[in-house]
């Protein structure tokens, strides 16, 4: 249950004049009273809530009576947002990471703090519908341990999901790959279009466990994120296919994308639309050589 439920109970309590304290809380929900007591305040510094303590009636009151509770509803979706937020602050990890995470705790005080299950299935990313609902579908296929059927950077895959990963601010989902049979991190931003195959089943036996399958592309840490300048034919908004995206002070049509993992950034180029690749000249080379193998690949169907 939500701790504004907690909280709610707990100010009906004050206005009844039943003086309640910490260990009503925790009884009353089933929570520890160290639980309860970080709820008590939470109600005194973050909603300014006159709390004082009456060791008379062992509970507290409302120094002034005229004090109301902020609005705390929230619909569903607004919490599921919210677990987003605060699942992404919880992973950040570079510079002010210590202010991040206290910030991923003020959030989380509005949500269901109990479902830790949320941590292990949400993923990072900035918050956009067509995202969103690649994320409820992929969790919904996790859930039900089957297949999803995907279009990925053009190609055709059979997938199943087992968890959402999130590597230096890209967003990926690690997912067994029944063609070649391997594991396979997709990145979510380069999903196209997501369809649940729910007749196949991770647990009819034929399904390897996660440990048996090789990893299909060896992951290196990067410190700093690269920085692509590109010349776009659409305004991409805060990301161009889940990489960061910025406008450049160069040029009106020319961004600054921002990249860690070069190999998903390289097919992201071969299968997105964009008009120059201006810099850095590394990447230049590596699409020209990328671009080249392909070529002579195909040269050698037509002579062959």
């Known amino acids: 249950m939500s701790n504004m439920h907690r909280i709610q109970w707990f100010d009906q309590q004050i206005r009844e004049s039943r003086y309640p ?3 009503q809380l925790a009884e009353k929900f089933e929570i520890s009273k160290r639980q309860a007591q970080r709820d008590i305040e939470y109600m005194n510094i ?3 809530a ?3 303590y009456i060791a008379k009636h062992r509970g507290y009151v409302y ?3 005229t004090y109301i509770l902020p609005h705390l509803y929230m619909t569903e979706d607004e919490k599921r947002i919210l677990r987003f937020l605060i699942h992404r602050y919880r992973q950040y990890d570079y510079d002010n990471a210590d202010a991040a995470n206290r910030v991923a705790y003020l959030l989380e005080r509005f949500t269901d703090a109990e479902d830790d299950s949320i941590h292990n299935r949400l993923p990072v990313f900035e918050f956009n519908p067509k995202l969103m609902q690649t994320v409820v579908l992929l969790s919904d296929a996790i859930k039900k341990e089957c297949a999803v059927d995907l279009l990925y950077e053009g190609e055709r895959l059979r997938v199943y999901p087992v968890k959402f990963e999130s590597r230096y601010n890209i967003d990926y989902v690690l997912s067994h790959c029944e063609h070649n049979q ?6 979510l931003g380069a999903i196209d279009q997501i369809e649940i195959n729910e007749q196949s089943k991770r647990n009819s036996g034929a399904i390897l466990p996660v440990k048996a399958y090789p990893s299909d592309e060896p992951w290196r840490p990067v410190q700093q994120p690269f920085t692509a300048k590109i ?3 659409q305004q991409p908004g805060p990301s161009w296919g889940g990489f960061a995206a910025k406008p450049s002070t160069d040029s009106s049509d020319l ?3 921002e990249f860690y993992d070069t190999e998903a950034f390289l097919r992201h180029l ?3 639309a964009w008009s120059a690749l201006l810099a850095p000249k590394w990447l230049r080379e590596k699409l020209r050589a990328r671009c080249g193998s392909v070529l002579n690949r195909l040269n050698e169907e037509v002579e062959g």
Do not use: G
């Open 21 to 23: 304290n910490s260990s």
């Open 46 to 48: 973050t909603l300014r």
């Open 50 to 52: 006159p709390l004082a």
């Open 63 to 65: 120094e002034e009576q």
């Open 182 to 187: 391997k594991q396979r991190m997709l990145r």
């Open 231 to 233: 010349q776009l034919t």
């Open 255 to 257: 961004y600054e994308i």
């Open 270 to 272: 071969m299968t997105s």
